[in-house]
């Protein structure tokens, strides 16, 4: 069978031999080896149809990854920021004890804590009877667009956070703490942990006009900067460790603020944001800390970094210093 039988026919018109092709020189022969390069282009396409389908596949590859290596060329350089997607970090960084890792569910400990701080104006401990209450804020927006609460007596934690304010100089708040069952749990300390510092709000301090002395019951006070951040004082009443049960419950006034500044450039002019971690043990069994804050926030506590100082006036913020 002849080898051309498979090869298309040449275009009509067309001879074998190529008009391109110059002819052979007279008197030379063309010898047998000089048939593949003699060939006519028509027979050079046909060769093509011939080449195996990878070849092709092959060829259409090596093209498609040229053009990628050039619309996105690896250059080696690192790359700079977050991934795209990613929230780039806050100023705030660790001044104090780390968050406890492995945390217990409120709702499977063998005891209740009440946050007794800033919810519908309850009294969150400060105010001492006879005398009222106590609190400083500092706001981020200027003084006059602050809103006076409509009643002295309801210029607390719940008007100040509603109003962008935040804690200025302590916080203030009280623990109730009850066990669920008869049996008793003990209750190991309470620490200070997962605090953030970050720059403190350029802003008005406004106080209350009422406030004097200190709570006197179940009182601890902790300092929240460095170098002394952490330091937890029993100033009077409960100590760790106590026990609570079903019909023992402990009440706990917890004031967290700054320590001394010797000088005033020790204030840290800072906004340090915290919570608290219960130490616990129940039925010879120690369990996970439990962790206090602000309804899933921490709490926000500030010193410094101030512009000025406003109490409440006749339907106007005045100027206290």
């Given at each position: 069978m002849s080898a051309d039988r498979d090869l298309p026919d040449p275009p009509e018109g067309a001879s074998a031999a190529d008009p391109a092709d110059p002819a052979?020189?007279?008197g030379e022969q063309e010898s047998p080896g000089d048939g593949p390069a003699r060939r006519s282009r028509w027979r050079r396409i046909a060769e093509l149809y011939k080449a195996p389908w990878w070849a092709a596949v092959g060829g259409v590859l090596?093209?498609?990854?040229?053009?990628?290596?050039?619309?996105?060329?690896?250059?080696?350089?690192?790359?700079?920021?977050?991934?795209?997607?990613v929230p780039a970090p806050t100023s705030a960084k660790p001044v104090g004890p780390p968050s406890p890792g492995a945390t217990a569910n409120p709702d499977e400990v063998p005891f209740g804590v009440s946050l007794v701080y800033d919810q519908n104006h309850v009294d969150n401990g400060a105010a001492i009877p006879g005398c009222g209450g106590k609190g400083k804020w500092v706001f981020p927006q200027d003084i006059g667009t602050v809103p006076q609460p409509s009643k002295i007596t309801e210029m607390d934690e719940t008007w100040a956070h509603q109003n962008g304010g935040v804690d200025y100089g302590e916080t203030n708040f009280k623990l109730v703490i009850q066990g669920r069952e008869n049996s008793a749990v003990n209750l190991i300390g309470i620490r200070l942990v997962d605090v953030q510092k970050s720059p403190g709000i350029a802003g008005p301090v406004i106080v209350t006009q009422l406030g004097c002395g200190e709570p006197d019951k179940g009182s601890f006070k902790i300092i929240?900067?460095?170098?002394?951040a952490g330091q937890i004082t029993a100033v009077a009443g409960h100590d760790f460790p106590f026990t609570t049960s079903d019909d023992d419950i402990g009440q706990l006034q917890i004031k967290a603020g700054f320590g001394p500044a010797a000088r005033p450039e020790d204030i840290c002019g800072c906004l340090i944001s915290w919570r608290l971690a219960i130490d616990w043990a129940y039925?010879?069994?120690?369990?996970?800390?439990?962790?206090?804050?602000?309804?899933?926030?921490?709490?926000?506590?500030?010193?410094?970094?101030?512009?000025?100082?406003?109490?409440?006036?006749?339907?106007?913020?005045?100027?206290?210093?």
């Open positions: 052979p020189a007279t090596t093209l498609l990854l040229a053009a990628l290596a050039w619309l996105f060329p690896v250059t080696g350089e690192p790359t700079t920021g977050p991934p795209t997607g929240l900067d460095p170098p002394q039925k010879g069994q120690l369990g996970p800390p439990l962790i206090i804050d602000n309804q899933g926030k921490p709490f926000q506590t500030q010193d410094g970094a101030r512009l000025g100082v406003w109490i409440a006036g006749t339907g106007r913020w005045e100027r206290a210093e």
